[in-house]
């Protein structure tokens, strides 16, 4: 059993950087691949980027590529999506979520996931 929560969202303005944070609790998160998805309103939860249990490998939905890093620590149980040129398209409700082994690239792949936190880019 997996428990996330996110932090680190918040109000900017375009071309600004947010650092989302995703905290988890169990003794095996290190065997766990994390992801981070967004769900604007009105629109379909999607992925944004992965990064494997080891931390090793890392992925991105082509328009964060070159902008969003994802990094873990598993000594610290967290995951962070830094996130920098930040523009009003980005805006939307951003979760982490967490799947056993394997890295996954829809929603319905992970089995673990936070509330979600708020990301709102002004132009």
């Known amino acids: 059993q997996v428990q996330l929560g996110e932090s680190g969202g918040g109000l900017v303005q375009a071309g600004g950087s947010l650092r989302l944070s995703c905290a988890a609790s169990g003794r095996t998160f290190s065997s766990y691949a994390v992801g981070w998805f967004r769900q604007a309103p009105g629109k379909d939860r999607e992925f944004v980027a992965a990064?494997?249990?080891?931390?090793?490998?890392?992925y991105y939905e082509d328009s964060v590529k070159g902008r969003f890093t994802i990094s873990r620590d598993n000594a610290k149980n967290t995951v962070d999506l830094q996130m920098n040129s930040l523009k009003p398209e980005d805006t939307a409700v951003y979760y982490c979520?967490?799947?056993?082994?394997?890295?996954?690239?829809?929603?319905?792949?992970?089995?673990?996931w936070g509330q979600g936190t708020q990301v709102t880019v002004s132009s």
């Open positions: 990064v494997s249990a080891s931390g090793r490998n890392t």
């Open positions: 979520a967490a799947k056993y082994r394997t890295i996954g690239f829809g929603p319905r792949d992970y089995d673990y």
